[in-house]
């Protein structure tokens, strides 16, 4: 008696695994507040800059000389759909902090065309957190946030900002943009935190 029939492929996903209010999609929509921002890779900078005004820098060959992690992740958007099973390339965000002394307990993430929005640091660290420049094997295309846009898949994806520039670390918290336009200040999408009166 065979244990495994031929073709079994495991458990499969399904809609049970979607946050509330949700509805799963093969497609990924594209969603931009504004037009998209082209950055040559000889002019792209990542920063990271202390709540004192310490910066550290990457150019594209630094930041991409860094070790990788290739996460497969589900994300959600705002906008209600899903998508299951994405695969990423990116930098770990403990990456990029490992080496700064910081009292901070929240993050603006800047972005190229000026996009901001406003992430606990603790929803960053312990390997919550990537910044992407690969999407299925591929070169993040403009489009979807590249050359490299943030990870955090388990917030509502607005927080995962395109065409990240700069993580900013305070110690108050300073909503961004969709904050500013009543979203939700932490967007959990297991919680349905869409708007502020969530």
């Given at each position: 008696?065979?244990?495994?029939?031929?073709?079994?492929?495991?458990?499969?996903?399904?809609?049970?695994?979607?946050?509330?209010?949700?509805?799963?999609?093969?497609?990924?929509?594209?969603?931009?507040?504004?037009?998209?921002?082209?950055?040559?890779?000889?002019?792209?900078?990542?920063?990271?800059?202390?709540?004192?005004?310490?910066?550290?820098?990457?150019?594209?060959?630094?930041?991409?000389?860094?070790?990788?992690?290739?996460?497969?992740?589900?994300?959600?958007?705002?906008?209600?759909?899903?998508?299951?099973?994405?695969?990423?390339?990116?930098?770990?965000?403990?990456?990029?902090?490992?080496?700064?002394?910081?009292?901070?307990?929240?993050?603006?993430?800047?972005?190229?065309?000026?996009?901001?929005?406003?992430?606990?640091?603790e929803d960053l660290t312990d390997g919550q957190a990537w910044v992407a420049y690969e999407f299925d094997g591929e070169p993040l295309a403009p489009v979807h946030g590249g050359p490299a846009r943030l990870l955090i898949p388990h917030l509502y994806f607005w927080k995962s900002a395109k065409w990240l520039r700069a993580l900013e670390l305070r110690l108050d918290d300073e909503p961004g943009f969709w904050e500013?336009?009543?979203?939700?200040?932490?967007?959990?999408?297991?919680?349905?935190?869409?708007?502020?009166?969530?």
């Amino acid at each position: 008696m065979a244990l495994i029939t031929r073709g079994f492929g495991g458990r499969r996903r399904d809609d049970t695994d979607l946050p509330p209010g949700q509805y799963r999609t093969d497609d990924f929509p594209v969603l931009s507040a504004g037009p998209t921002p082209r950055i040559g890779l000889d002019a792209w900078e990542l920063a990271v800059v202390t709540e004192t005004g310490e910066r550290s820098t990457w150019s594209w060959a630094q930041f991409t000389a860094l070790p990788a992690d290739e996460p497969t992740v589900d994300i959600h958007c705002v906008t209600h759909w899903s998508k299951f099973g994405t695969r990423w390339r990116g930098v770990s965000v403990d990456t990029l902090l490992a080496d700064v002394e910081t009292a901070a307990e929240y993050v603006v993430a800047h972005c190229y065309g000026g996009y901001t929005t406003n992430i606990p640091l603790e929803d960053l660290t312990d390997g919550q957190a990537w910044v992407a420049y690969e999407f299925d094997g591929e070169p993040l295309a403009p489009v979807h946030g590249g050359p490299a846009r943030l990870l955090i898949p388990h917030l509502y994806f607005w927080k995962s900002a395109k065409w990240l520039r700069a993580l900013e670390l305070r110690l108050d918290d300073e909503p961004g943009f969709w904050e500013t336009a009543g979203y939700h200040n932490y967007g959990d999408p297991w919680r349905e935190q869409r708007y502020q009166a969530d």
